[in-house]
């Protein structure tokens, strides 16, 4: 029989940054996305929002120990506010140990495995209506004859794609002018600081290539090690740069298929039949498709100055912008 996985995402109705540092500071949670709304990849319509929610958490993800829950300000206040609190899972008549209590401004009660499915379910299903309800699009609706209204269809949630992608878009600007700066000659493109360093060339196309490199080894659960012993050299800038183009193109494409279930599926790095590391897929697209490109763009930075080339602005000022 196969097995059956369940995300549970709470809404707030304006007090999620409440909650998750309450939820942090009771029960040890961490926070491991966060978006607001002003962070949305696509506008907001107009009228959606209550005034004020612009800062407020449109998605947001968090664990604790191996459990990984959802949550969300939603679109509306909430009627009531009567406090945080979390549930003591109990199965035949006994609270589950070792789950500190619920702490200082919070409450905690026991409350049925049923009962906490059950609510779970209920949240994910009302996140789900609130997202695709008033959609009048082929894939994501239906229209009734019979009522005269639109009919959400049931599709995968795929927030944490949305998170992840939002991310890469406001990087991929600052990205290509670092790459954009590398000087065009020749000898730029196979100098390099140290005999065991890449050339500026080998590390512009590192670079360039990487967020489709990454992803495409997200898409399987188990992959090995690239082969690093050699390193591809580009005969020119523009070589670089179009195919930056083409990876950006890839990751936009891409991304967004991969639903939440399986961004948090496990990803294994395999090599020789020996397990090297196992991690969520999201948590493998953080580290080293966003990350791993910050890296080597501030290593480039480095390469620009010594080059003599101006070094663009990123997170504030440079000493040449």
Same mark, same amino acid.
């Given at each position: 029989m196969a097995s059956t996985s369940i995300q549970p995402c709470l809404t707030f109705g304006g007090r999620c940054d409440e909650a998750l540092a309450f939820y942090g500071k009771a029960i040890g949670a961490k926070v491991q996305t966060l978006m607001r709304f002003s962070e949305s990849p696509e506008p907001i319509p107009a009228g959606v929002l209550p005034p004020g929610f612009e800062s407020k958490v449109m998605h947001a993800q968090f664990s604790v120990g191996e459990s990984s829950v959802m949550a969300s300000d939603g679109c509306e206040e909430a009627a009531t506010f009567t406090g945080f609190s979390r549930a003591h899972g109990r199965q035949r008549g006994r609270s589950r140990s070792g789950v500190p209590r619920a702490g200082r401004g919070g409450q905690g009660h026991d409350a049925s495995r049923q009962d906490l499915l059950v609510a779970a379910f209920r949240d994910v299903h009302r996140q789900v209506r609130r997202r695709?309800?008033?959609?009048?699009?082929?894939?994501?609706?239906?229209?009734?004859?019979?009522?005269? &209204?639109?009919? %959400? *269809?049931? +599709?995968?949630?795929?927030?944490?794609?949305?998170?992840?992608? !939002?991310? =890469?878009? @406001?990087?991929?600007?600052?990205?290509?002018?670092?790459?954009?700066?590398?000087?065009?000659?020749?000898?730029?493109?196979?100098?390099?600081?140290?005999?065991?360093?890449?050339?500026?060339?080998?590390?512009?196309?590192?670079?360039?290539?990487?967020?489709?490199?990454?992803?495409?080894?997200?898409?399987?659960?188990?992959?090995?090690?690239?082969?690093?012993?050699? &390193?591809?050299? %580009? *005969?020119? +800038?523009?070589?670089?740069?179009?195919?930056?183009?083409?990876? !950006?193109? =890839?990751? @936009?494409?891409?991304?967004?298929?991969?639903?939440?279930?399986?961004?948090?599926?496990?990803?294994?790095?395999?090599?020789?039949?020996?397990?090297?590391?196992?991690?969520?897929?999201?948590?493998?697209?953080?580290?080293?498709?966003?990350?791993?490109?910050y890296h080597h763009r501030g290593q480039l930075g480095v390469y620009l100055r010594l080059l003599g080339a101006k070094v663009p602005s990123s997170y504030g000022p440079s000493g040449d912008e």
């Open positions: 695709l309800d008033g959609q009048r699009h082929p894939l994501t609706s239906r229209h009734s004859a019979r009522t005269n &209204r639109t009919i %959400p *269809r049931r +599709l995968p949630m795929h927030a944490i794609a949305d998170v992840l992608l !939002a991310e =890469f878009e @406001r990087e991929l600007p600052t990205t290509r002018r670092f790459l954009e700066r590398v000087p065009a000659t020749s000898e730029a493109l196979l100098w390099r600081p140290h005999e065991r360093s890449m050339t500026t060339g080998q590390l512009a196309h590192h670079i360039a290539a990487l967020s489709e490199g990454v992803l495409r080894l997200a898409q399987v659960d188990e992959a090995a090690p690239p082969d690093f012993s050699t &390193r591809h050299q %580009p *005969r020119s +800038l523009d070589e670089v740069l179009a195919t930056f183009d083409e990876s !950006a193109a =890839f990751v @936009r494409a891409t991304l967004p298929t991969i639903d939440d279930a399986r961004m948090n599926g496990p990803w294994r790095l395999v090599q020789g039949g020996h397990e090297l590391m196992t991690m969520p897929r999201a948590t493998f697209l953080r580290s080293v498709l966003l990350n791993h490109c």
